[in-house]
């Protein structure tokens, strides 16, 4: 089980209530944005197993001056001895900025590295997919295409069928709904709410 988390106290709460690993990241509202320096530090100080979302703009697209920057916080991510990062770019058409990919990728060597719901934009997924694997990356998140992951089951079930890349399902999966979703088969789960957030 991976949480979704954008603070110190949710990072804890999802520890004490049995997940796996974290993923870190801000603004969830804007489906996500790279978080601060200084909360990366905080969570560091658990010592737990986490991926850090990097993303600088609300968009999936690169433009002007993003590379840098996404190439500049990955090495923040790697000084910081975190385990992975999460990250995805398409292009205007909504297919793999294969470029983009390759450049920033070059500078992700040590870390895992999760191939974000950009991909549920992808209409070929099964080529995306082909060409994920051939550039190394380790896990794809996706809740199956638009929607939910519970409007998308057969889909999944599909994609982690022909999958050799592991598959993290997302999309509203909580602990409410997980034993539905895990019909589909994967391995790994993720959602803001995979554990009850609730503090006892």
Same mark, same amino acid.
């Given at each position: 089980?991976?949480?979704?988390?954008?603070? *110190? $106290? %949710? /990072?804890?709460?999802?520890? #004490?209530?049995?997940?796996?690993? =974290?993923?870190?990241?801000?603004? =969830?509202?804007?489906?996500?944005?790279?978080?601060?320096?200084?909360? @990366? #530090?905080?969570?560091?100080? =658990?010592?737990?197993?986490?991926?850090?979302?990097?993303?600088?703009?609300?968009?999936?697209?690169? $433009?002007?001056?993003?590379?840098?920057?996404?190439?500049? %916080?990955?090495?923040?991510?790697? &000084? @910081?001895?975190?385990?992975?990062?999460?990250?995805?770019?398409?292009?205007?058409?909504?297919?793999?900025?294969?470029?983009? *990919?390759?450049?920033?990728?070059?500078?992700?060597?040590?870390?895992?590295?999760?191939?974000? @719901? /950009?991909?549920?934009?992808?209409?070929?997924?099964?080529?995306?997919?082909?060409? =994920?694997?051939?550039?190394?990356?380790?896990?794809?998140?996706?809740?199956?295409?638009?929607?939910? /992951? +519970?409007?998308?089951?057969?889909?999944?079930? $599909?994609? +982690?069928?022909?999958?050799? +890349?592991?598959?993290?399902?997302? !999309? #509203?999966?909580?602990?409410?709904? *997980? %034993?539905?979703?895990? %019909?589909?088969?994967?391995?790994?789960?993720? !959602? &803001?709410?995979?554990?009850?957030?609730?503090?006892?």
């Amino acid at each position: 089980l991976e949480s979704c988390v954008e603070s *110190l $106290q %949710q /990072a804890q709460t999802a520890i #004490k209530n049995g997940v796996n690993r =974290l993923e870190l990241c801000s603004h =969830l509202e804007l489906a996500g944005l790279t978080p601060s320096i200084e909360l @990366m #530090k905080s969570i560091k100080n =658990l010592n737990f197993p986490t991926h850090i979302l990097i993303r600088p703009r609300d968009s999936f697209t690169i $433009q002007n001056d993003d590379l840098a920057l996404i190439i500049n %916080q990955i090495l923040v991510v790697k &000084q @910081m001895n975190f385990q992975g990062v999460v990250f995805g770019y398409l292009t205007q058409t909504n297919e793999l900025d294969i470029e983009a *990919l390759k450049t920033i990728l070059q500078h992700c060597n040590g870390l895992t590295k999760v191939f974000h @719901m /950009a991909f549920d934009f992808i209409e070929d997924k099964s080529s995306a997919i082909k060409n =994920l694997s051939s550039l190394g990356f380790d896990f794809i998140l996706t809740k199956g295409g638009h929607g939910t /992951a +519970i409007d998308n089951l057969e889909c999944l079930k $599909q994609l +982690i069928h022909d999958s050799n +890349i592991q598959i993290i399902v997302g !999309g #509203k999966v909580t602990f409410e709904n *997980l %034993q539905i979703v895990s %019909q589909c088969g994967a391995k790994w789960f993720h !959602g &803001q709410k995979i554990v009850n957030m609730r503090l006892e």
